[in-house]
């Protein structure tokens, strides 16, 4: 599976949209994007994932660029519930891999009043 | 749905003793996934099963630890003996199917392991 850089620490302002970028620069045409959230003491938790498209759901969006090189995660309007530290992994898709997912160091995201 | 149920929640064991960590899936998954925590070594992949069958355990750090999923609503997780550094948060976790790439995993609460 292809390798994530991400920065370790983020600050956002509450109500104010988070961004969070994930360079994947060696991905295969065939890994996907995926980006879980883990809030301290609890489980990781799944937010959103994509292949090629831009992708949004209830809880995030998520955007890759053209090259599908490098992503970023935004969270529209940033709570203080959303303070956490946020993985993306990029991992193959299919053959014996699948479901195998390999956690980074993520990003700490802080979210302040 | 009760979500992934992991137990206990908390244990604190001394050194050499068996240590039992026990995990029942999200009813109608069919994998299941093993993870240890630790602020050194962040998130590890242990071991997981497919349909009941382990796939890949090259994650497990060494005999001493094991792992079974006997049906499909229950997996356990032993280390004998323990020793203080498998002290961690130990996670499972389980998913539904085996789409390809669109498969997403539910972790559990975790169980904190404190080795004395």
């Known amino acids: 599976d292809a390798k994530t850089t991400q920065p370790t620490s983020m600050d956002c302002a509450e109500g104010r949209a988070a961004n969070l970028p994930c360079n994947h620069s060696?991905?295969?045409?065939?890994?996907?994007v995926y980006w879980y959230r883990q809030i301290h003491s609890q489980g990781p938790q799944y937010i959103i994932h994509g292949l090629k498209n831009n992708e949004t759901n209830e809880m995030a969006s998520l955007i890759i660029t053209e090259d599908r090189k490098s992503s970023t995660l935004i969270l529209p309007h940033a709570t203080l519930r959303d303070t956490a530290v946020y993985y993306c992994i990029v991992r193959v898709a299919g053959g014996t891999s699948y479901g195998k997912l390999t956690f980074g160091q993520g990003t700490i995201l802080t979210v302040h009043p | 749905d009760a979500g992934v149920i992991q137990s206990p929640r908390h244990e604190v064991t001394e050194m050499g003793q068996e240590v039992t960590l026990r995990c029942k899936p999200i009813s109608g998954h069919n994998s299941l996934f093993w993870y240890r925590q630790t602020m050194m070594r962040g998130l590890e992949l242990l071991i997981y099963?497919?349909?009941?069958?382990?796939?890949?355990d090259s994650g497990m750090p060494e005999d001493r630890f094991s792992a079974k999923m006997p049906n499909a609503s229950f997996s356990t997780l032993k280390i004998q003996p323990s020793e203080p550094r498998d002290s961690a948060v130990y996670f499972c976790a389980s998913l539904h199917g085996f789409r390809t790439g669109t498969d997403t995993q539910y972790f559990g609460p975790g169980t904190r392991l404190t080795v004395l």
């Open positions: 099963f497919n349909n009941n069958v382990p796939i890949d």
């Open positions: 060696t991905i295969s045409g065939n890994e996907y």
